[in-house]
């Protein structure tokens, strides 16, 4: 027994943090696209954060419940339903025995992910739970999610199962569901945008770009392409061009690269990058802006705007703490 997948949605995968350290074995990293959508869905169902969880991708699942269990839903703007009401976003969720959850599709925003306390009984090749389709590896077997699929969860650890005591107890009998009262802090909430502006700094390659292209990176607007996916986001705009014709070397990739090939427009790479890049590298966005842009929508404009490296990692520390403060809040909550 588990959850029983009535309708698998148009993308939905099993994903963690990504599978790291085999990189140089031409493994991709993977792993969640919007990893504090990610992260703070597992910190309210008490798991760890890099437990594997569902991402869910434009139309999401209908998913049944064999039996209960405590589960959180983050990310993009959803309207999960059970028994006729909206389940609360970015909180963790008491669902009984033989309820449904519907997810339907996102109002805005890509991708929204769900938690389920204890994590889901799956096997983890290469010490990561996170499906990479191309290879036909990590999730459930290697695969989408599809119709009449059963997920098996394990049982929840001791901080979830404290959390579960006391949703019940604060809950009346009858409800559809149980939930808190409290949500997540506005600073730890993502700034997801129908527009966004996503914070750079300089890419490696970064001075071999005409002037004027640099202007345009930083003043113009750029559109995601149809064909952008979780391996990399394609933008249309002003062609960004070198100052001369040069030959470049493949050399290390992460995620937020951007990259210029020969006709211009830049490539931002995701989650599913390839392991090395050869293109040059105009611009980093910066780890906490990543978000943001797993959450842009095809056709969407964007705007980047250039920072320096200390406000970088002040932006990064405030995040931190904002998880910290988080994960206290839930320890504090389930004594």
């Not at 039996?67 to 309207?79: P, Q, R, S, T």
């Amino acid at each position: 027994m588990g959850i029983y997948v009535i309708k698998p949605g148009v993308l939905t995968t099993i994903q963690d943090m990504g599978r790291f350290g085999y990189q140089k074995f031409g493994v991709v990293a993977g792993g969640a696209m919007d990893t504090l959508a990610y992260r703070v869905a597992n910190i309210l169902v008490g798991n760890e954060e890099a437990e594997a969880s569902l991402e869910i991708t434009v139309v999401g699942p209908t998913l049944y419940f064999e039996h209960a269990a405590l589960i959180a839903i983050c990310g993009a703007a959803f309207k999960p339903m059970i028994d006729g009401e909206e389940l609360p976003l970015w909180r963790p969720v008491w669902i009984e025995a033989g309820q449904t959850l519907h997810m339907g599709s996102a109002k805005q925003g890509m991708r929204a992910y769900i938690a389920v306390a204890g994590g889901f009984k799956l096997p983890k090749p290469m010490n990561s739970y996170s499906t990479y389709l191309r290879a036909q590896i990590g999730g459930l077997e290697g695969r989408m999610l599809k119709a009449d699929d059963v997920l098996q969860i394990r049982p929840p650890n001791e901080r979830s199962t404290k959390i579960i005591d006391k949703l019940k107890r604060e809950n009346k009998k009858g409800d559809s569901f149980a939930s808190v009262s409290w949500k997540v802090s506005d600073e730890l909430l993502p700034r997801y945008a129908l527009q966004p502006v996503l914070r750079v700094l300089p890419g490696s390659q970064f001075e071999f770009f005409r002037p004027e292209s640099l202007q345009s990176l930083f003043q113009e607007p750029f559109v995601v392409e149809p064909q952008s996916d979780r391996m990399g986001y394609r933008l249309k705009g002003a062609a960004l061009q070198l100052k001369e014709a040069r030959e470049l070397l493949s050399e290390p990739v992460v995620m937020g690269t951007v990259q210029v090939p020969s006709d211009g427009n830049p490539i931002v790479l995701m989650a599913d990058r390839q392991t090395t890049g050869g293109y040059p590298k105009i611009a980093q966005v910066i780890s906490v802006d990543l978000p943001l842009l797993a959450q842009a929508q095809i056709g969407n404009p964007i705007r980047f705007e250039l920072i320096d490296i200390k406000e970088a990692q002040r932006l990064k520390m405030i995040m931190d703490l904002s998880l910290l403060q988080l994960q206290l809040t839930i320890k504090m909550y389930s004594l």
